[in-house]
Protein backbone atom coordinates (compact mmCIF):
# COMPACT_ATOMS: atom_id res chain seq x y z
CA UNK A 1 0.00 0.00 0.00
CA UNK A 2 1.29 3.45 -0.87
CA UNK A 3 1.03 6.36 0.95
CA UNK A 4 -2.31 8.68 -0.56
CA UNK A 5 -4.07 11.71 -0.50
CA UNK A 6 -7.88 11.51 -1.24
CA UNK A 7 -9.57 14.08 -2.28
CA UNK A 8 -13.71 13.94 -2.76
CA UNK A 9 -15.65 16.06 -4.99
CA UNK A 10 -19.03 16.47 -6.54
CA UNK A 11 -19.06 16.28 -10.21
CA UNK A 12 -22.49 18.02 -10.45
CA UNK A 13 -21.02 21.49 -8.63
CA UNK A 14 -19.39 22.13 -11.91
CA UNK A 15 -15.71 24.16 -10.97
CA UNK A 16 -16.62 23.98 -7.07
CA UNK A 17 -13.95 21.51 -6.52
CA UNK A 18 -11.30 22.53 -8.31
CA UNK A 19 -9.68 24.24 -4.75
CA UNK A 20 -9.70 20.98 -3.23
CA UNK A 21 -8.00 18.92 -5.93
CA UNK A 22 -5.11 21.66 -6.11
CA UNK A 23 -4.87 21.97 -2.48
CA UNK A 24 -4.93 18.32 -2.57
CA UNK A 25 -2.69 17.77 -5.55
CA UNK A 26 0.18 20.53 -3.19
CA UNK A 27 -0.03 18.14 0.03
CA UNK A 28 0.05 14.94 -1.83
CA UNK A 29 3.11 16.58 -3.29
CA UNK A 30 4.39 17.25 -0.19
CA UNK A 31 4.50 13.81 0.98
CA UNK A 32 5.38 12.09 -2.47
CA UNK A 33 1.97 10.60 -2.43
CA UNK A 34 -0.74 9.14 -4.72
CA UNK A 35 -3.37 11.51 -5.13
CA UNK A 36 -6.63 9.64 -5.62
CA UNK A 37 -9.95 11.90 -6.39
CA UNK A 38 -13.33 10.30 -6.04
CA UNK A 39 -16.68 11.20 -7.86
CA UNK A 40 -19.80 9.26 -6.02
CA UNK A 41 -22.64 8.82 -8.02
CA UNK A 42 -26.23 7.98 -6.15
CA UNK A 43 -27.67 4.00 -6.46
CA UNK A 44 -31.18 4.46 -7.28
CA UNK A 45 -31.14 0.43 -8.27
CA UNK A 46 -33.18 -0.76 -4.65
CA UNK A 47 -35.42 2.08 -3.97
CA UNK A 48 -38.57 2.91 -5.64
CA UNK A 49 -37.02 5.87 -7.63
CA UNK A 50 -35.46 3.32 -9.82
CA UNK A 51 -38.84 1.90 -11.76
CA UNK A 52 -38.71 5.90 -13.14
CA UNK A 53 -35.17 5.69 -15.01
CA UNK A 54 -34.01 3.44 -17.58
CA UNK A 55 -32.38 0.09 -17.18
CA UNK A 56 -29.22 1.87 -18.29
CA UNK A 57 -29.59 4.82 -16.66
CA UNK A 58 -26.85 4.03 -13.65
CA UNK A 59 -23.88 3.33 -16.51
CA UNK A 60 -24.70 6.33 -18.40
CA UNK A 61 -24.55 8.60 -15.01
CA UNK A 62 -21.47 6.38 -14.16
CA UNK A 63 -19.94 7.09 -17.99
CA UNK A 64 -20.81 10.86 -17.29
CA UNK A 65 -19.12 10.83 -14.13
CA UNK A 66 -15.97 9.72 -15.45
CA UNK A 67 -16.23 12.64 -18.04
CA UNK A 68 -16.99 14.70 -15.98
CA UNK A 69 -14.16 13.79 -12.98
CA UNK A 70 -11.32 13.89 -16.10
CA UNK A 71 -12.34 17.21 -17.51
CA UNK A 72 -12.55 18.76 -13.75
CA UNK A 73 -9.13 17.47 -12.79
CA UNK A 74 -7.21 18.61 -16.30
CA UNK A 75 -8.86 21.87 -15.31
CA UNK A 76 -7.80 21.54 -12.08
CA UNK A 77 -4.32 20.53 -12.46
CA UNK A 78 -3.16 19.73 -16.16
CA UNK A 79 -2.87 16.68 -18.35
CA UNK A 80 -0.08 15.59 -17.51
CA UNK A 81 -0.93 15.88 -13.92
CA UNK A 82 -4.00 14.35 -14.48
CA UNK A 83 -2.75 11.02 -16.10
CA UNK A 84 -0.91 10.51 -12.47
CA UNK A 85 -3.92 10.69 -10.66
CA UNK A 86 -6.48 7.38 -10.04
CA UNK A 87 -9.67 8.34 -11.16
CA UNK A 88 -12.39 6.68 -8.90
CA UNK A 89 -16.43 6.66 -9.48
CA UNK A 90 -18.27 5.08 -6.91
CA UNK A 91 -21.75 3.90 -6.11
CA UNK A 92 -24.00 4.28 -3.00
CA UNK A 93 -24.25 7.30 -0.62
CA UNK A 94 -21.28 9.92 -0.67
CA UNK A 95 -19.50 9.75 2.53
CA UNK A 96 -19.86 5.94 2.78
CA UNK A 97 -17.70 5.76 -0.32
CA UNK A 98 -15.16 8.10 0.65
CA UNK A 99 -14.41 6.64 3.41
CA UNK A 100 -14.29 2.98 2.45
CA UNK A 101 -11.79 4.17 -0.32
CA UNK A 102 -10.00 5.67 2.45
CA UNK A 103 -9.71 2.66 4.30
CA UNK A 104 -9.22 0.54 1.45
CA UNK A 105 -6.22 2.89 -0.26
CA UNK A 106 -5.12 3.32 3.54
CA UNK A 107 -5.42 7.30 2.80
CA UNK A 108 -3.40 9.24 5.10
CA UNK A 109 -5.82 12.49 4.36
CA UNK A 110 -8.87 13.32 2.62
CA UNK A 111 -9.48 16.54 1.41
CA UNK A 112 -13.41 17.69 0.51
CA UNK A 113 -14.56 21.22 -0.11
CA UNK A 114 -17.17 22.94 2.40
CA UNK A 115 -19.45 23.89 0.29
CA UNK A 116 -22.05 26.70 -0.10
CA UNK A 117 -23.08 26.28 3.49
CA UNK A 118 -27.26 27.66 4.18
CA UNK A 119 -29.01 27.37 7.34
CA UNK A 120 -29.35 23.76 7.55
CA UNK A 121 -25.95 23.12 7.39
CA UNK A 122 -24.35 26.23 8.21
CA UNK A 123 -20.19 24.81 8.46
CA UNK A 124 -20.17 22.04 6.30
CA UNK A 125 -22.29 20.17 3.69
CA UNK A 126 -23.89 16.94 5.62
CA UNK A 127 -21.48 14.32 3.32
CA UNK A 128 -18.01 16.60 4.17
CA UNK A 129 -19.65 16.74 7.95
CA UNK A 130 -19.71 12.86 8.12
CA UNK A 131 -16.04 12.46 6.88
CA UNK A 132 -15.14 14.43 9.14
CA UNK A 133 -16.69 13.09 12.21
CA UNK A 134 -16.08 9.30 11.25
CA UNK A 135 -12.88 9.66 9.03
CA UNK A 136 -9.75 7.48 10.61
CA UNK A 137 -7.11 9.81 8.72
CA UNK A 138 -6.76 13.50 9.01
CA UNK A 139 -9.19 15.61 7.06
CA UNK A 140 -8.11 18.59 5.49
CA UNK A 141 -11.64 21.01 4.88
CA UNK A 142 -10.66 23.45 1.81
CA UNK A 143 -13.66 26.55 2.14
Known amino acids: MTNSVLCAVD ?3 GDDDI ?3 R ?3 QLAALDNAQLDVIAVVPDFGMSQVSSFFSKDHHEKMVTEAKEHLNALVTKALDADQNAKV ?3 IA ?3 AYEEVLNLAKKTG ?3 IVVGAHKADISD ?3 GPNAARVVRHATCSVHVVR
Do not use: F, M, P, Q
Open 11 to 13: VSN
Open 19 to 21: KAI
Open 23 to 25: KAA
Open 86 to 88: RHV
Open 91 to 93: TGR
Open 107 to 109: ASL
Open 122 to 124: YLL
